[in-house]
């Protein structure tokens, strides 16, 4: 991920020393032009201005700072202050990689890697993760573990990867972490390797990242790599469906409609269950159907039973299909039609 790093970067400034930045800033000094940047791109001690921040950043980067010609190639990746332009966003990565600067090499390994503003070349991609990776920037690492991982650009080598996936979720990276978990998942063969894979879930849980949530709600599920705890696995779901997560919100629906960890609430599960739908989960789609159909924590309402089970069906459940056709027999030709077109404009939106 190409990581806008100013918030990690600004240090908080008084009225004086931004009017000290300003005067610098006017006088050429590009060290100076690139703070101002960042003042503005976060909207420390001056007016959050997008626009602003860009055109401190150009200055700088054009008198040559590293760090400005990166944040400059963020600017051009998101459109931020500038049109987005990913061809300028390599240009400038490339100037900044080219000086050592590590989050700028993982940045132009991930527009190789992604053919972004560049012809897609993974051999070229992991040369720069490399440079990155080597001198101990975690999110290189991650890139150059998952380079290997995958095999792109490289022999898939498992060895390789873990290494790299190790020495970034050392370094707190949460999508290393996740990933090392994942992985170490996938391939766990005792109970020391389960409770491996839940210390990093839980790593990276614990800095909010919603999929290893998931992961360690079904660790604690399950009853591998921590103790069974369903109250637990509750929680975690909880913390991932509050980021939106559909998984986890077709999970805490299932769970809430039977009781499983938490206060059994028909009317809750079937909330958490629309909301998953909206998101595309299939699972929800259809349990939200069958809920409309028995009038269980909802009224019935066929109409729109037909229109999830329609859109389940589409999306890859068979026996929604079935379940349709049975419900569209009992209403109206008219409701048909509208709950039809309904499903054509989820179906533009989302498909």
Known sequence: MKKPFFKKLFQHRNNSEISDLK?????????????LGLAYSTGQGVTDDAIEAARWFKASAQAGNADA???LALCYDHGSGVSQDPVKAVEWYTRAAEQ??????????????????????????????????????PDGQYSLGLAYYRGEGVDQDFTKAMKW????????????????????????ENRAAFKEAARWFKAAADQGHAEASFNLAMCYTDGKGVPENLVEAANWLEQSAEQGHA?????????????LGTIKNES??????????????????????????????TAEDLPRAYRWF????????????????????RISAEEREKADRKIAEFEYQHG
């Open 69 to 71: 010609q990166n944040a």
């Open 247 to 259: 998984k986890s919100l077709y999970e805490l629906g299932r769970r809430h409609f039977t009781g």
């Open 23 to 35: 005067v610098a800033a006017d006088g050429g000094d590009a060290s100076a032009q690139f703070q």
């Open 165 to 188: 996936l190790h020495k970034a979720a050392e370094q707190g990276e949460v999508n290393a972490q996740f990933r090392l978990g994942r992985v170490i998942y996938k391939f766990a």
């Open 268 to 297: 809750e599960a079937v909330r958490y269950f629309r909301v998953a739908a909206e998101q595309r989960s299939v699972e929800a789609m259809f349990q939200l159907a069958q809920c409309y159909v028995e009038a269980k924590g």
């Open 100 to 137: 050592g600067h590590a989050s700028a090499q993982n940045n132009l390994g991930l527009s190789y890697n992604r053919g972004d503003g560049t012809e897609r070349d993974f051999a070229e991609s992991v040369r720069w993760f490399r440079a990155a990776a080597e001198q101990g920037y």
């Open 310 to 329: 329609g859109l389940a069906a589409l999306f890859g459940i068979a026996e929604a299909a079935a379940s349709k056709e049975a419900v569209g027999a």
